[in-house]
């Protein structure tokens, strides 16, 4: 089921968050993903709405909305990954808003294949601003 995040999930959700990012950017150290842990937690979980896929009382994913368009966040816990819950996130935001856009690292190869299975097509590629990394500008429209 998928239903608005709810302030007493946010550990868990950023649980997910933490351990996920780690696990899906070995190309980036350890430390980057562990110092911007309250950033995300503080800043830019309060200003996003916040998306949760939950089953049998366990939070196996989510995604993060800003601005009505940006995909700011979509993560799946690792043991639930590969069962159709980030696809079901992403169409759920599909129906509700006409355009999506999201920034994706180069190296993360599965993720942009998943985006691009999803409909998603590279806009542009530029270094992200707080890693330096390379990532892509991916954009759907409905």
Wanted: glycine letters at 4%; aromatic letters at 16%; proline letters at 1%.
């Amino acid at each position: 089921m998928i239903k608005q995040l709810d302030n007493s999930n946010i550990k868990e959700v950023m649980d997910i968050w933490l351990k996920t990012n780690i696990a899906a950017h070995s190309f980036i150290p350890k430390q980057y993903w562990i110092k911007n842990y309250s950033i995300v937690k503080d800043e830019y979980i309060p200003i996003s709405e916040t998306f949760i896929y939950e089953e049998d009382n366990i939070i196996k994913g989510f995604i993060s909305m800003i601005d009505d368009y940006f995909i700011g966040a979509l993560f799946v816990s690792e043991k639930y990954q590969r069962q159709g819950i980030g696809r079901r996130l992403l169409n759920y935001c599909k129906s509700i808003y006409s355009r999506l856009k999201l920034c994706v690292y180069v190296e993360n190869k599965k993720a942009v294949k998943f985006y691009k299975n999803c409909g998603f097509v590279i806009e542009k590629e530029q270094a992200n601003e707080d890693s330096g990394y390379m990532e892509y500008v991916m954009v759907w429209i409905k």
